[in-house]
């Protein structure tokens, strides 16, 4: 089992950054792929960004690609998003979730389990 708490969230101008937190316990932490997904009202959950294991392999979405950028602190059982050059339509609810597959993957229903989700909010 492993909990999930997504932080970071808030209110930005277009064009600024945010830095979301997603601090992991119970069992293993550096053993799970760990992604980042948002959902917008009325949209389906997507796919952000994800990090492997070691940290060596992310992969993201064409829509953030250079914009954003996945890491993760397996000591301190954390990943992070870091987010720059935020448009209005990044404005999502984001999750973390983690998935004991081996190689990155990109569809929700792959992940085992889920953070909360924070708010973030791109204003134009």
């Known amino acids: 089992q492993v909990q999930l708490v997504e932080s970071g969230g808030g209110l930005v101008q277009a064009g600024g950054s945010l830095r979301l937190s997603c601090a992991a316990s119970g069992r293993s932490f550096s053993r799970y792929v760990m992604g980042w997904f948002r959902q917008a009202p009325g949209k389906e959950r997507e796919f952000v960004a994800g990090?492997?294991?070691?940290?060596?392999?992310?992969s993201y979405a064409d829509s953030v690609k250079g914009r954003f950028t996945i890491s993760r602190d397996n000591a301190k059982n954390t990943a992070y998003l870091q987010m720059n050059s935020l448009k209005p339509e990044d404005t999502a609810v984001y999750y973390c979730?983690?998935?004991?597959?081996?190689?990155?993957?990109?569809?929700?229903?792959?992940?085992?389990?889920w953070g909360q989700g924070t708010q973030v909010t791109v204003s134009s």
């Open positions: 990090i492997s294991w070691s940290g060596s392999a992310t």
């Open positions: 979730g983690a998935d004991s597959s081996v190689g990155v993957r990109t569809r929700p229903v792959e992940y085992d389990y």
